[in-house]
């Protein structure tokens, strides 16, 4: 069973910087994607990053130039670090894994809170 856990969250200003990381188990890195999701308070989830079994990743529009996905694969983590953060990250930050034969089905961590105030 793949579990996800994170760690990091906090509460920040705006314009301030936090690394979030994800400590993956039972789970064989760089075969399928891994990635970031937030859910903004009463909002719906929303894809934040992810990184690709090649190393390449993908930005939400809106963090594009601010947030940085990374892997260490010896150390099974997965890492987000988010720069000049604005009010508006303010949310829930889980950490994902694709799992399957064929990739396609998503496991997510319980979350941790970031907090951006003005």
């Known amino acids: 069973q793949v579990q996800l856990v994170e760690s990091g969250g906090g509460s920040v200003q705006a314009g301030g910087s936090v690394k979030l990381s994800c400590v993956v188990s039972?789970?064989?890195?760089?075969?399928?994607?891994m990635g970031w999701y937030r859910q903004p308070p009463g909002k719906e989830r929303e894809l934040v990053s992810f990184?690709?079994?090649?190393?390449?990743?993908d930005y939400a529009d809106s963090v594009k130039g601010r947030f940085t996905i990374s892997q260490d694969n010896d150390k099974n983590t997965l890492f987000l670090q988010m720069n000049n953060l604005k009010t508006e990250d303010t949310a829930a930050y889980s950490c994902?894994?694709?799992?399957?034969?064929?990739?396609?089905?998503?496991?997510w961590g319980q979350g941790t809170m970031v907090t951006v105030s003005s």
């Open positions: 990184i690709r079994s090649d190393g390449t990743a």
């Open positions: 994902a894994a694709e799992v399957g034969a064929f990739c396609g089905l998503w496991h």
């Open positions: 039972a789970y064989k890195f760089s075969r399928c994607r």
